[in-house]
C-alpha cells in the first residue's frame, strides 16, 4: 500500500470535497474536516505498522517522475528523524480541529486551510527530493498566512505579513542553494537530479559547502527559529487563532530542525562539523534568553511564545552536538515539543474563549471556577518544564547528556533553560488560576466534552512517551546513529564508514547488530 | 536563394489577416447585427491561425521561406499558439468589456487580429526588415487599441504609447540598418554568418547590438526603457490591457530571443553582459517600484517589469537551455497576468472607477470567486508554489545557474521575497478586510468562464509542468 502518499493526498480529498459542497452548515464543515484528519491518522498508525524499526535507510520509499527532463520526481520516503513528525502531524491536527468551535465565520475555508496545511506539512517531512520539499515546505506559508491574517486577533495581519515575508526571505537561501546542487549534479554525473540520494554523493568543495550549509541553513533557522532569527514568531503565535497557534507551534516549527538534521547534516557533513559549535552557541542563547523574555510576558500566549523560541534551542543543540544520544533526544524533543506546547496552547485557547484575554493580570482564581482547564494546563506546563514521567522529560535530558558530552560548557548553560522554564511556566499557572476568585467570572463554563476528546488523547500519550519512550526511540535511534556516524567519519576523514551509509539508503540494509545504542533513557550511560 | 513561394508557413497570419478584413468590411456593411457573430468569426480566424501553426510542426521543407524572410521551426509554432491563446481570451474579454461600458465598437475585433498577427509575424521572423514590419503592424493596432475608450486616461495612455512607442521603433529601424552597414544583409543567418567570419565591421555589428537591444527593451518594457507601461497598462481598457502584457511581451521576447540567439549568435559573449544588466535592474527597479503603487494596473505593470527582468535573467543562458526556460516562463507569465487583469476586470466595472488597491478590501466576502481567482493569480505571480509561475522561476534560475549568473540568480530571489510583499497586500485587502461599501464586482458569466481557464492552466501547470515542458524543449532549437 503507499502508505504515504495516502498521507499526503488524503488531507487534499478533504479540501476538495469542502470546496464542491456548497453550503455546509459550520458543524458539517468541521464534522468533514475532522473525519478526514482522524482519516490520516488511522493511515499514519497503519504507516508506522508497515515501518521497520531496524533499518536506518529510507523506507516506504515511493517515486514518481514528475518532470523527467529536469531530473524531478515525486519521491517520498520516512526514515527515523520523519516517522514520528509524521504521526505528530496526523495526530495534531484533529486536535487543531477541534479547537475551533470558537471561529464562526467562513469556517468551511478554515476547515480547508487547516487540511491544505496538513498536506504540506506532511508533504515537507515525507519528501526526499529537494525541489518537491521545497514545494511543500513554501506552499504551506499561504495557508497559515491566511490564517492568521483571516482568524487571528489584534495585529493578525502584520503578524500574518512578517511570518510570511520572514520565511520567504529565509527560504530564498534555500532555493538558490538548491539550484546551485541541482546544477552541481548536471556538471558531476551529467544528468540533473533533485534526489537526496544522488546529492549526497556530490563532491563539494571545502568552500562550497561553507556557502551552501549556511544558505540551507539559513531557511531552517528561520523556521525554528533559532535566535537571533525568531522575531516573527511571537507576533504569529500570539495573533494567530488557536488552531493555528496549535498547528505552528506543533507542527511548523519542526520543519525547521528537521531540514537541518535532513539536508545539512546529511549533504554538508563537513560544513556541519564547521559550524557546529557555532550553532551550538546561538542555540544556548536562544535558550536562555527564550526563557528569559518568556518571564517577562504578561500574555499567555505570548509566554508560551517564547517559551517556544527556548525549546526549540534544545532541539538545535542536540542536532549539532553530533553525539547519538543529543540527536535522538532533538528528535524525541521535536515530538514532545509539540504534543506539550500543542497542549498549552489548546488550554489557553479553551480559557480565552471564555474570558476573552490573554492577559494574565486580568485572570487569576479560576482555578476553582474551571479546575479541570486548571489541571490542563498544569499537566502541560509541567511537561514543559520537564518533569520526569512526563515527555519532556526524556527529550530534554537526552539532549544534555549529549551535550555535555560534547561540549562541557554549553550543555551547561543549557541546563539553564530547564530551571528558567520551571520558574515562568509555574508563574503563568499561578497568575492564572491562583488568586481570589473573581466575582464576575464565576459562571464560566468548565471543560466540554468535545475538548475533553482533545485533551485526553494528548496527555495519554504525554504519559506514554514520558514513561516509556522506548517504543519511539527504537525507531528513531537507527537513523540518528546513522546520520551521526556519516558526520563525524567525514570529519575524521575516514573511509571506512561512508560506504556502510550508503548501502543504508537501501530499504533491505540490515545494520549489523551491536552496532546501535540501546534505547531508553535508562539504558544511557554517560561515559 | 530561388525565391519560390511558400505560403503554408505563413498561413497563420495570412488567416488572421483575412479574418480581420472580413470582420473589419462587414461591420460596415452588414449593419445591425448582433457583435456576437463578430466576436465569433474573429475567435473563427484565431482558432484557424492555431490551426495552421499546429500543422506546421513537422514541416520539413525550407528552414526559412518567403526569400529568407519567414522561419519555420517549433519555436514559432509554440510562439504563435501562445499568442493566439492570448487572443483568444483578449477577444473575449474585450467583448465583454466594450459591452459593459457601452463603448462597443466593431473596429475592436479586427484590431485584436491585425495586432495578433504583428505578434506571430514578429516571432518568425528571420529577417531584420520582416521583423520591423511585423513590429509596426502589432504596435499600430495597439495604440489605437488602447485609445480605445473614451476616458481621458486611455487618451493620454494612448499618445505615451506612441511616442514612446516610435522613438523605439526609430532604434530599433536604425540598429537595423547598422546591422545592414556591418554585414552587407538584413537576413538573421546572413548577419550571422558576416559577423562569424569576420567579414563585417565589428563596431557596427556592435552598434546593432546595442540599437536593437534597446528596441526591443522597450517592447518587453526592461528598465532603463520601462516608462511607457505603467501609463499604457493603467490607461488601456482592462480588456486590452490583459491583452497587450500578455501578448507583446510573449512576441516581443521571442523575436528577442531569435534575433540575439540567430543573428548575434556569434556575438553572445558582448550581448550577454547587456542581457544580464538590463535582467538585473528591472527584476530590481520594477519589485521595489510596485511597492509604492495604490492602482492595482500600475502595480501588475511594474510587475511585470520584474518578470521581464525574469525573463531576460533565463537568457543570460545562451542557446538552448536559455531559450527553453525563458520559453517556460513565457507561457507561465501569459496565463497569469491575463488571468489577473480579467478579474481586475471584472472588479473594475463600468468605466474602470475601481482600480484602486482599495477596492480590493474586503472582496472576499463580497465576491468570493473573483478573491480565490485572483490570489491564485497573484501567488503564481509572486512565485509561491504550487503555482506555475514558481516553476518557471525555477527554470529560469536554473538556466542563469548553468550560465554561471548565480548573482543574478541571488538577485532575483531576494527580489522575489521583495516582490511578495505587494502582491501579499492585495491578499490581506482581500481576505483580512471587512467590506466596505461599495458594489459588487461584475457578475456576468462569461468572462468569469474565461477567466477560469487561465487560473486553471496556472494550477494545473504547477502542478504537472511536465505537461509542456517536452514541448517547449523540442521546440528550443532555432533553426537558420
Given at each position: 500500500m503507499p502508505w504515504l502518499t495516502a498521507l499526503i493526498v488524503l488531507p487534499l480529498v478533504g479540501v476538495v470535497a469542502l470546496a464542491v459542497w456548497r453550503g455546509p452548515s459550520d458543524a458539517q464543515a468541521r464534522a468533514v474536516a475532522l473525519v478526514v484528519a482522524l482519516a490520516d491518522l488511522v493511515v499514519a498508525l497503519g504507516m508506522v505498522g508497515a515501518f521497520d524499526p531496524q533499518s536506518s535507510g529510507y523506507q516506504l520509499v515511493e517515486q514518481v517522475d514528475w518532470v523527467a527532463s529536469l531530473g524531478l520526481s515525486y519521491l517520498v520516503g520516512v526514515d527515523g528523524f520523519s516517522v514520528w513528525l509524521v504521526v505528530l502531524t496526523a495526530f495534531m491536527t484533529p486536535i487543531?480541529?477541534?479547537?475551533?468551535?470558537?471561529?464562526?465565520?467562513?469556517?468551511?475555508?478554515?476547515?480547508?486551510?487547516?487540511?491544505?496545511?496538513?498536506?504540506?506539512?506532511?508533504?515537507?517531512?515525507?519528501?526526499?527530493?529537494?525541489?518537491?520539499?521545497?514545494?511543500?515546505?513554501?506552499?504551506?506559508?499561504?495557508?497559515?498566512?491566511?490564517?492568521?491574517?483571516?482568524?487571528?486577533?489584534?495585529?493578525?495581519?502584520?503578524?500574518?505579513?512578517?511570518?510570511?515575508?520572514?520565511?520567504?526571505?529565509?527560504?530564498?537561501?534555500?532555493?538558490?542553494?538548491?539550484?546551485?546542487?541541482?546544477?552541481q549534479t548536471v556538471e558531476q554525473f551529467s544528468r540533473g537530479s533533485f534526489d537526496i540520494r544522488v546529492i549526497e554523493q556530490l563532491s563539494l568543495g571545502t568552500g562550497t559547502q561553507r556557502w551552501l550549509f549556511v544558505g540551507f541553513f539559513t531557511a531552517f533557522a528561520v523556521k525554528v527559529p533559532l535566535f537571533p532569527l525568531h522575531t516573527w514568531l511571537p507576533d504569529a503565535h500570539t495573533?494567530?487563532?488557536?488552531?493555528?497557534?496549535?498547528?505552528?507551534?506543533?507542527?511548523?516549527?519542526?520543519?525547521?530542525?528537521?531540514?537541518?538534521?535532513?539536508?545539512?547534516?546529511?549533504?554538508?557533513?563537513?560544513?556541519?562539523?564547521?559550524?557546529?559549535?557555532?550553532?551550538?552557541?546561538?542555540?544556548?542563547?536562544?535558550?536562555?534568553?527564550?526563557?528569559?523574555?518568556?518571564?517577562?510576558?504578561?500574555?499567555?500566549?505570548?509566554?508560551?511564545?517564547?517559551?517556544?523560541?527556548?525549546?526549540?534551542?534544545?532541539?538545535?543543540?542536540?542536532?549539532?552536538?553530533?553525539?547519538?544520544?543529543?540527536?535522538?533526544?532533538?528528535?524525541?524533543?521535536?515530538?514532545?515539543?509539540?504534543?506539550?506546547?500543542?497542549?498549552?496552547?489548546?488550554?489557553?485557547?479553551?480559557?480565552?474563549?471564555?474570558?476573552?484575554?490573554?492577559?494574565?493580570?486580568?485572570?487569576?482564581?479560576?482555578?476553582?471556577?474551571?479546575?479541570?482547564?486548571?489541571?490542563?494546563?498544569?499537566?502541560?506546563?509541567?511537561?514543559?518544564?520537564?518533569?520526569?514521567?512526563?515527555?519532556?522529560?526524556?527529550?530534554?535530558?537526552?539532549?544534555?547528556?549529549?551535550?555535555?558530552?560534547?561540549?562541557?560548557?554549553?550543555?551547561?548553560?543549557?541546563?539553564?533553560?530547564?530551571?528558567?522554564?520551571?520558574?515562568?511556566?509555574l508563574w503563568a499557572y499561578q497568575k492564572t488560576f491562583h488568586g481570589p476568585e473573581p466575582e464576575e467570572r464565576r459562571g464560566l463554563l468548565d471543560i466540554v466534552p468535545h475538548e475533553v476528546a482533545a485533551v485526553v488523547p494528548v496527555l495519554a500519550v504525554m504519559l506514554v512517551l514520558g514513561v516509556y519512550p522506548k517504543v519511539a526511540l527504537d525507531r528513531i535511534n537507527p537513523s540518528t546513529e546513522g546520520i551521526v556516524n556519516w558526520v563525524s567519519s567525514v570529519a575524521e576523514g575516514q573511509e571506512g564508514l561512508p560506504g556502510g551509509l550508503r548501502a543504508a539508503i537501501q530499504d533491505d540494509y540490515v545494520p549489523p547488530p551491536g552496532s546501535l545504542v540501546a534505547a531508553g533513557p535508562s539504558d544511557e550511560v554517560s561515559p | 536563394m530561388n525565391p519560390t513561394v511558400e505560403l503554408a508557413p505563413i498561413a497563420?497570419?495570412?488567416?488572421?489577416?483575412?479574418?480581420?478584413?472580413?470582420?473589419?468590411?462587414?461591420?460596415?456593411?452588414?449593419?445591425?447585427?448582433?457583435?456576437?457573430?463578430?466576436?465569433?468569426?474573429?475567435?473563427?480566424?484565431?482558432?484557424?491561425?492555431?490551426?495552421a501553426s499546429v500543422l506546421l510542426w513537422d514541416w520539413d521543407g525550407e528552414l526559412t521561406v518567403l526569400a529568407g524572410s519567414v522561419a519555420v521551426d517549433r519555436f514559432g509554432v509554440v510562439v504563435r499558439l501562445i499568442v493566439l491563446g492570448v487572443a483568444a481570451i483578449g477577444l473575449?474579454?474585450?467583448?465583454?468589456?466594450?459591452?459593459?461600458?457601452?463603448?462597443?465598437?466593431?473596429?475592436?475585433?479586427p484590431l485584436v487580429l491585425f495586432a495578433t498577427a504583428g505578434m506571430t509575424l514578429f516571432a518568425v521572423s528571420a529577417d531584420l526588415i520582416v521583423a520591423f514590419l511585423a513590429l509596426e503592424i502589432l504596435s499600430l493596432s495597439l495604440y489605437v487599441l488602447t485609445g480605445l475608450s473614451r476616458r481621458l486616461g486611455s487618451v493620454e495612455g494612448a499618445m505615451k504609447y506612441f511616442l514612446l512607442g516610435a522613438f523605439?521603433?526609430?532604434?530599433?529601424?536604425?540598429?537595423?540598418?547598422?546591422?545592414?552597414?556591418?554585414?552587407?544583409?538584413?537576413?538573421?543567418?546572413?548577419?550571422?554568418?558576416?559577423?562569424?567570419?569576420q567579414t563585417g565591421s565589428m563596431a557596427l555589428g556592435l552598434t546593432a547590438v546595442g540599437l536593437l537591444a534597446v528596441g526591443f527593451a522597450f517592447k518587453v518594457s526592461a528598465v532603463p526603457f520601462h516608462m511607457w507601461t505603467p501609463d499604457v497598462y493603467q490607461g488601456a481598457p482592462t480588456a486590452v490591457t490583459a491583452f497587450m502584457a500578455a501578448g507583446t511581451k510573449v512576441a516581443a521576447f521571442a523575436a528577442l530571443m531569435r534575433v540575439f540567439n540567430v543573428a548575434f549568435q556569434p556575438l553572445t559573449w558582448d550581448w550577454q553582459p547587456i542581457v544580464w544588466a538590463l535582467a538585473a535592474i528591472s527584476i530590481v527597479a520594477g519589485s521595489v517600484l510596485a511597492?509604492?503603487?495604490?492602482?492595482?494596473?500600475?502595480?501588475?505593470?511594474?510587475?511585470?517589469?520584474?518578470?521581464?527582468?525574469?525573463?531576460?535573467?533565463?537568457?543570460?543562458?545562451?542557446?538552448?537551455?536559455?531559450?527553453?526556460?525563458?520559453?517556460?516562463?513565457?507561457?507561465?507569465?501569459?496565463?497569469?497576468?491575463?488571468?489577473?487583469?480579467?478579474?481586475?476586470?471584472?472588479?473594475?466595472?463600468?468605466?474602470?472607477?475601481?482600480?484602486?488597491?482599495?477596492?480590493y478590501t474586503g472582496l472576499a466576502a463580497r465576491s468570493p470567486f473573483a478573491a480565490a481567482l485572483l490570489t491564485?493569480?497573484?501567488?503564481?505571480?509572486?512565485?509561491?508554489?504550487?503555482?506555475?509561475?514558481?516553476?518557471?522561476?525555477?527554470?529560469?534560475?536554473?538556466?542563469?545557474?548553468?550560465?554561471?549568473?548565480?548573482?543574478?540568480?541571488?538577485?532575483?530571489?531576494?527580489?522575489s521575497v521583495v516582490a511578495a510583499f505587494f502582491y501579499l497586500r492585495v491578499i490581506v485587502l482581500m481576505y483580512m478586510r471587512e467590506p466596505e461599501e461599495g458594489t459588487e464586482p461584475d457578475p456576468s458569466l462569461l468572462p468569469r468562464l474565461t477567466i477560469a481557464v487561465p487560473a486553471l492552466a496556472v494550477l494545473v501547470l504547477g502542478l504537472f509542468p511536465g505537461l509542456v515542458i517536452g514541448f517547449l524543449d523540442s521546440a528550443a532549437v532555432l533553426r537558420w
Open positions: 487543531a480541529i477541534l479547537s475551533t468551535w470558537g471561529i464562526t465565520s467562513r469556517v468551511r475555508l478554515f476547515m480547508a486551510l487547516t487540511l491544505l496545511l496538513e498536506t504540506c506539512i506532511l508533504g515537507s517531512f515525507l519528501a526526499l527530493d529537494l525541489l518537491l520539499f521545497f514545494v511543500f515546505f513554501e506552499a504551506l506559508l499561504v495557508p497559515m498566512f491566511l490564517m492568521i491574517g483571516g482568524w487571528g486577533s489584534g495585529r493578525r495581519v502584520y503578524a500574518a505579513v512578517k511570518f510570511f515575508l520572514f520565511t520567504m526571505a529565509g527560504s530564498a537561501f534555500l532555493l538558490i542553494g538548491i539550484v546551485y546542487l541541482w546544477f495573533e494567530a487563532p488557536t488552531a493555528g497557534s496549535i498547528v505552528l507551534a506543533a507542527l511548523l516549527l519542526k520543519a525547521g530542525p528537521y531540514g537541518m538534521l535532513r539536508f545539512n547534516l546529511d549533504l554538508f557533513p563537513e560544513a556541519s562539523v564547521t559550524f557546529a559549535d557555532a550553532i551550538g552557541v546561538l542555540a544556548v542563547i536562544g535558550i536562555v534568553y527564550g526563557a528569559v523574555v518568556a518571564m517577562m510576558q504578561s500574555d499567555v500566549k505570548r509566554l508560551v511564545a517564547y517559551s517556544s523560541v527556548s525549546h526549540m534551542g534544545f532541539v538545535v543543540l542536540g542536532i549539532f552536538m553530533l553525539t547519538p544520544e543529543s540527536s535522538s533526544g532533538a528528535v524525541l524533543q521535536m515530538v514532545n515539543h509539540g504534543l506539550s506546547t500543542g497542549l498549552l496552547f489548546f488550554a489557553i485557547g479553551m480559557l480565552y474563549e471564555r474570558t476573552h484575554t490573554r492577559d494574565m493580570g486580568e485572570m487569576g482564581g479560576l482555578a476553582t471556577i474551571t479546575p479541570w482547564i486548571a489541571a490542563t494546563f498544569l499537566i502541560a506546563s509541567l511537561s514543559s518544564i520537564g518533569l520526569p514521567g512526563l515527555n519532556n522529560f526524556v527529550g530534554e535530558f537526552l539532549v544534555i547528556l549529549g551535550s555535555f558530552d560534547a561540549n562541557r560548557w554549553l550543555g551547561g548553560v543549557a541546563v539553564a533553560g530547564v530551571v528558567l522554564a520551571a520558574i515562568y511556566m | 497563420p497570419e495570412l488567416i488572421l489577416v483575412g479574418a480581420a478584413i472580413v470582420v473589419l468590411l462587414g461591420g460596415v456593411i452588414v449593419r445591425g447585427v448582433d457583435r456576437l457573430v463578430w466576436l465569433f468569426a474573429s475567435l473563427a480566424g484565431v482558432a484557424g491561425a492555431a490551426t473575449l474579454y474585450g467583448h465583454h468589456y466594450l459591452e459593459r461600458s457601452g463603448e462597443a465598437r466593431i473596429e475592436f475585433y523605439s521603433s526609430a532604434f530599433f529601424l536604425f540598429g537595423v540598418a547598422m546591422a545592414y552597414g556591418a554585414t552587407g544583409s538584413t537576413s538573421l543567418a546572413a548577419v550571422a554568418d558576416a559577423l562569424a567570419g511597492i509604492a503603487q495604490t492602482d492595482i494596473k500600475r502595480m501588475l505593470a511594474y510587475s511585470s517589469i520584474s518578470h521581464a527582468g525574469f525573463v531576460l535573467t533565463g537568457l543570460t543562458a545562451p542557446g538552448e537551455t536559455g531559450i527553453a526556460s525563458a520559453l517556460f516562463y513565457l507561457v507561465a507569465y501569459a496565463v497569469t497576468v491575463i488571468g489577473a487583469f480579467g478579474v481586475v476586470m471584472l472588479v473594475s466595472g463600468r468605466g474602470e472607477q475601481r482600480t484602486s488597491l482599495s477596492s491564485v493569480f497573484l501567488l503564481s505571480l509572486a512565485g509561491i508554489p504550487p503555482t506555475v509561475g514558481f516553476v518557471a522561476k525555477v527554470s529560469v534560475f536554473s538556466a542563469a545557474m548553468e550560465a554561471g549568473a548565480w548573482s543574478l540568480v541571488l538577485i532575483g530571489v531576494l527580489a
